[in-house]
């Protein structure tokens, strides 16, 4: 079955900043691929996705870079606020198959003022 | 409108006991999904529902754990005979299955501690 790993599993950085979180999948039918923020005792809240017909995707300071080839995925961050300190997932599935989330385990993303 | 909701938020029970929990998922939305997240872990896909069926049970970790789903709508998930290892944080998430954009909206979850 698909397996996602994610990398680093922290990352401090410094606001204003860019904060790069990257993640590998295993199962190349899978084709959908979105990012989840989950802040301290809050639900995880879906921050951005991409499907596998494109390469990248931007929705402002954040985008999402997708390589199927080498099978990895990025979300990156720019100019880094205090508030996008948080805990970041990725996961992969199959769209049109049961369309579970296989997630990578997370980092910890603190942003420092 | 309302998101997803589950109850309860906080469940203290003793090993060896049976637990239920429950999930209201967004209205409209055909497909459950119950994931578990354990301290400083990721989420762990346990069942899939579209409409009253469960498709994918493959992520179940033993025959203690069963869920149902009932009138399309609300999913109760089961665990017998808890263990200290099933001391978790169980988040229930729906969506608008059928469609091109499957965004999976997750409840607030049930925070699971076996004695």
């Known amino acids: 079955g698909e397996n996602v790993e994610q990398h680093p599993s922290t990352l401090s950085v410094q606001e204003g900043d860019s904060a790069v979180i990257k993640c590998t999948y295993s199962d190349s039918a899978s084709n959908y691929f979105p990012w989840y923020k989950q802040e301290l005792g809050k639900r995880p809240q879906l921050i951005i996705d991409i499907r596998s017909n494109v390469g990248e995707k931007k929705d402002q300071r954040i985008a999402v870079t997708l390589n199927k080839t080498a099978k990895h995925f990025s979300l990156h961050i720019t100019e880094t606020q205090p508030e996008d300190s948080a805990v970041y997932f990725c996961a992969a599935s199959i769209e049109g198959g049961s369309e579970k989330l296989v997630f990578g385990k997370g980092t910890k993303l603190t942003v420092n003022p | 409108g309302a998101g997803v909701s589950q109850s309860p938020s906080n469940k203290v029970t003793e090993k060896g006991k049976d637990v239920e929990l429950r999930c209201d998922p967004i209205s409209g939305h055909t497909a459950l999904y119950w994931y578990r997240q354990s301290l400083g872990q990721g989420l762990e896909f346990l069942i899939y529902?579209?409409?009253?069926?469960?498709?994918?049970k493959s992520g179940l970790p033993s025959d203690r754990f069963s869920a149902e789903r009932t009138g399309g709508s609300v999913s109760t998930l089961t665990i017998q005979r808890t263990q200290q290892e099933d001391s978790a944080v169980y988040l229930c998430a729906s969506s608008l299955a059928g469609t091109t954009y499957n965004e999976q909206f997750f409840g607030p979850g049930t925070r699971l501690t076996v004695l």
């Open positions: 529902f579209q409409g009253n069926s469960a498709p994918d």
